[in-house]
């Protein structure tokens, strides 16, 4: 389950190790991302703001609406989200070394990282045409800029299908008015 969320939301490691139950509404499918969470010199736990300072919210597909719903109803308010198996705070080497890694191994995936499921998200989320401000505001980026920089080359492949959906709006149908433009333009630029 942690795979998926991470997959489909695009949190940060720390982002989505900090979530308690309490951020996590199933009526509006959204998760509150105010914290994040990284482990210090000597393994404990530290909670921290998120990556820029700023808190967001970010919706969550449906198809993981069960499956929170059945972690939240197991837990209280204040408990972690996500935890290691068998109980206790998630551990970013533990859960590499136990769980992701050999995960990755046996899947005979190469160079997947945890962080590379931040890049699936950012991905799929392109691909169905997400507007550039959407996909940065839940990547949590400082700006769309930094999104552009790190994501636009996979905008580019679209710009003819945003060309040809123009031209249909443009000049498909019969609408009188849209018709009438258009011959007027014509005729004073031609």
């Known amino acids: 389950m942690l795979v998926k969320f991470a997959g489909t939301t695009g949190l940060r490691w720390g982002e989505l190790a900090a979530l308690q139950c309490k951020d ?3 009526l509006n499918r959204t998760i509150y991302v105010g914290k994040s969470l990284s482990s210090g010199l000597r393994g404990e736990q530290i909670v921290s703001s998120t990556k820029t300072d700023e808190s967001r919210v970010v919706p969550f597909p449906k198809e993981l609406l069960s499956d929170l719903q059945d972690l939240i109803e197991k837990r209280g308010p ?3 989200l996500f ?6 705070s998630l551990e970013y080497n533990n859960f590499m ?3 992701f890694r050999p995960a990755v191994k046996v899947s005979g995936l190469k160079d997947i990282t945890f962080h590379s499921l931040r890049h699936t998200a950012a991905s799929l989320l392109i691909s169905q045409g997400t507007p550039i ?3 940065s505001g839940i990547l949590g980026h400082a700006s769309t800029q930094m999104t552009l920089d790190v994501y636009g080359h996979l905008y580019e492949d679209d710009a003819m299908t945003y060309m040809d959906r123009l031209g249909e709006k443009l000049f498909a149908g019969t609408d009188k008015e849209r018709t009438n433009v258009i011959s007027v333009a014509d005729k004073v630029s031609g």
């Open 24 to 26: 996590i509404s199933i």
């Open 78 to 80: 204040e408990s972690q």
């Open 83 to 88: 935890t290691m198996p068998g109980g206790g």
């Open 97 to 99: 070394t136990r769980i």
């Open 133 to 135: 401000t959407t996909v």
